[in-house]
Structure formats: C-alpha cells, structure tokens
T-cell receptor, first 112, second 112 residues
Framework: DVKVTQSSRYLVKRTGEKVFLECVQD?????MFWYRQDPGLGLRLIYF???????EKGDIPEGYSVSREKKERFSLILESASTNQTSMYLC???????????FGEGSRLTVL | ELKVEQNPLFLSMQEGKNYTIYCNYS?????LYWYRQDPGKSLESLFV?????AVKQEGRLMASLDTKARLSTLHITAAVHDLSATYFC????????????FGAGTRLTVKP
C-alpha cells in the first residue's frame, strides 16, 4: 500500500511564525501535491512538484512556498503565518502525472 | 476555467434508503474520481471513471459517468451507518490543461 505520511497532525502557531509542514511518501512517486481543505470549498491546490527540485504554483500559492530536495519528501512552508491560513493541509502523491492521488492524513494548522 | 459543482452538500438519510449525489463539471475531462473522507482522516479513493458510460460498483456504492452531460453520479443503495462520511468528486484534466479540481464535498449522515 502507498503510504503518505504528514509529520504533524495538529499544530498551533502564532501570527508571523514560520511554519514547516513535512510530507513523505514511500512508493517512489514522481508527483507530489499540497492541498488546502476548507469547509464548503473542497480541496484547493497550493503547489505541486513533478520532480526533485521542480515546483509549480497551483490555484492559491500566495503566502506559501515549497521545497522538494528529495523525491520522497515535499515540504510546505508558510514564511509568516497569518490567521487566514488556519486550515487543514493535505499532501498527496501520484505515480503518473495524471494518475490517481494518494493522500496523507492531513495537518490541521491553527494560527492565533 | 474548470468548475466542479457537487450537490447536495449535506445529506441526512435513514438506513435502508437510496440516494444519489451529483457532480457536474464545466469542461471536458480526462477522468473523474470519487473519494471518501471519514472525520479526521485522509481521502480514500473509491472509483476512477475513465470514459463515457463508465459504471463502477463497490458494495452499496455505484458511480457512473456521462461525459456528454458532464455529469457523474454516486448512487447509494440501502444505506448503512458505516457509509457516513464526506464524499468528494474530482475532475481531472491534467493531460490537457494541467488542471484537477475537487467538488466541495457531500457530507453524508446515515441515521439508524
């Protein structure tokens, strides 16, 4: 089974803090994704990566950056957290570019 | 721009009843996914629908795709409490337009 592991299930941070969300997948997938999930809005794509050191903006990249130094690891960075970034963050991976997504269990971030 | 509309957003039903969740989308697609999410858990893939007229069934759930109408349905037969979850459709156009969008989700509650 594909396993996508997100390092922190719950985080509470203060406005202005730098936040790192880590995601690791164990199936050698090329493609990795970060989504944000908010009630009534479904999932919105923040960034994705189709190869090591490659990244592309999704629909809502503002206020976020990403890092992919190794194939299995994709990090989401909030340089200066704000209250409107309080949300559930979901990492996903897929083998092929247009393949099925496998999701991690999510990281619920609260920014005070 | 690809838009995905899912309805209803909330569904409360009695055990043993049938119901259908609808997923409408605005442009052509490569494929369509249905995912299930239990509270506090990740998204789990249920079905992948690849072509017009595709129908897939797993237990009490059956998904279908009509690409001409740009509509997918998820039909629930004789609902049981274990089906209580949030269901998302996702429309995949990544081969054409680098785009994959999720519906807002349908929160299903099955009452005894």
């Amino acid at each position: 089974d594909v396993k996508v592991t997100q390092s922190s299930r719950y985080l509470v941070k203060r406005t202005g803090e730098k936040v790192f969300l880590e995601c690791v997948q164990d199936m050698d997938h090329e493609n990795m994704f970060w989504y944000r999930q908010d009630p009534g809005l479904g999932l919105r794509l923040i960034y994705f990566s189709y190869d090591v050191k490659m990244k592309e903006k999704g629909d809502i990249p503002e206020g976020y950056s990403v890092s992919r130094e190794k194939k299995e690891r994709f990090s989401l960075i909030l340089e200066s957290a704000s209250t409107n970034q309080t949300s559930m963050y979901l990492c996903a991976s897929s083998l092929a570019w247009a393949g099925e997504l496998f999701f991690g269990e999510g990281s619920r971030l609260t920014v005070l | 721009e690809l838009k995905v509309e899912q309805n209803p957003l909330f569904l409360s039903m009695q055990e043993g009843k049938n119901y259908t969740i609808y997923c409408n989308y605005s442009t052509t697609s490569d494929r369509l996914y249905w995912y299930r999410q239990d509270p506090g858990k990740s998204l789990e893939s249920l079905f992948v629908l690849l072509s017009n007229g595709a129908v897939k069934q797993e237990g009490r759930l059956m998904a279908s795709l009509d690409t001409k109408a740009r509509l997918s349905t998820l039909h629930i037969t004789a609902a049981v409490h274990d089906l209580s979850a949030t269901y998302f459709c996702a429309v995949d156009r990544r081969s054409n337009n680098n785009d994959m969008r999720f519906g807002a989700g349908t929160r299903l509650t099955v009452k005894p």
